[in-house]
């Protein structure tokens, strides 16, 4: 003890802190001031206010899960396809496509019926900033058409029609676009009297709200809905409500300029059917990986290589392990 003791007191005293001036505050500041850490200079700063009569215009009703389908809802094919596209014009091109591959036919047995299939689509385009034709036929004897008109700087005509040799199986739809400096509206016309209109309107910067309304008069149906958009430089959500039973989320996660991560969620309240599915997106330098695989066991992915100016190889791949249904395709496209 007295060792301890007397080696304490022969250490050294600690230097003396600096002397503070007469009236000063403590260093550290009183209480739980002086244990929090100091707010760096430009946190002072006021949150901008905003302007409510200023917002953004939001995306098409239509579109609102356009973030989450690229990841989710890659166009896969099976078998070979081919397509190429030769502009003659800066305005003008010309199209051929080639499909290769199985067609499922329906069947009461749970074992899936393929039958061998080919088809070839002759398609032209004509773009301009102001008006957009596109043509498909094909050798089934079906032609698709869709045009969009701009009749104003706000206002846009659309139109879709599928024409076919069997008799009730053509569909036609006029679409026109309404275009606000913060809101969306669109009225539909199409045949076996449909009758639709959408409306969506900015609520704040990030958050955008909207509803649909549609009558089917040749089957004395209607329907109204009901969504959410909230979108920021990080992550997009969306919110969708039906009176036909449809309730369906999504959400967006971008982890980098390059990856992307969705996920969806689908309800169906009338058949208690309940989806969900996981996706990504991932963008390298000379090609675009996406994939997905959902709660009924399906996996699938997509990619897209470019090999040249012009030229991409494509490679899709479904796998359905309940139902043993497996699709691969590849394929390649030229032409811009």
């Known amino acids: 003890m007295g060792s301890a003791a007397s080696a304490a007191s ?128 094909m050798t089934d ?16 005509l659309k139109i879709n029609a599928q024409l076919t040799s069997e008799p009730h199986y053509s569909q036609g739809m006029f679409n026109f676009d309404y275009k606000g400096t913060d809101y969306r509206a669109q009225f539909q016309i199409g045949n076996n009297a449909f009758y639709g209109a959408n409306y969506i309107q900015s609520v704040t910067p990030n958050l955008s709200m909207g ?25 997009v959500g969306t919110l969708q409500v039906a009176s036909t039973g449809i309730v369906a989320l999504s959400y967006v996660q971008k982890v980098s300029e390059k990856v992307s991560l969705a996920t969806d969620f689908m309800y169906n309240h009338m058949s208690r059917d309940v989806t969900s599915s996981v996706g990504y997106d991932y963008i390298l330098r000379q090609c675009r990986l996406r994939g997905k695989v959902d709660s009924n066991g399906v996996v699938a992915a997509y990619l897209e290589e470019r090999l040249n100016m012009g030229v991409n190889f494509l490679l899709s791949a479904e796998i359905d392990h309940p139902k043993k249904n497996y699709k691969f395709g590849f394929g390649m496209t030229v032409g811009e």
Not at 47 to 72: G, H, T
Not at 141 to 156: F, M, P, S, W
Not at 218 to 232: A, L, M
Request: hydrophobic share 35%; with cysteine; aromatic share 8%.
């Open 211 to 235: 509803t649909e309304i549609f009558w089917l008069g040749q089957q004395r149906k209607s329907g109204i809905g009901f969504n959410s958009r909230y979108n920021t430089d990080k992550m």
């Open 10 to 137: 022969d250490a050294a005293p600690p230097p003396p802190s600096p002397a503070q001036p007469h009236g000063a505050p403590p260093p550290y500041g009183a209480g739980l001031a002086g244990i929090l850490p100091q707010k760096p200079d430009g946190d002072d700063k006021k949150e901008e206010k905003v302007d409510y009569l200023n917002l953004p215009c939001p995306v098409p009703y239509e579109e609102i899960q356009r973030e989450a389908l690229m990841s989710l809802k890659p166009e896969l094919f099976e078998g070979l396809r081919f397509d190429f596209t030769k502009m003659l014009t800066q305005k003008f091109a010309l199209s051929h496509s080639v499909l290769m591959g199985s067609l499922e036919v329906p069947s009461q047995s749970a074992d899936v019926i393929k039958v061998p299939t080919s088809q070839y689509e002759f398609g032209a385009n004509f773009l301009d900033p102001k008006l957009m034709l596109i043509g498909r036929l």
């Open 141 to 156: 004897g079906r032609l698709n058409a869709r045009v969009k008109c701009d009749l104003t700087e706000n206002l846009a």
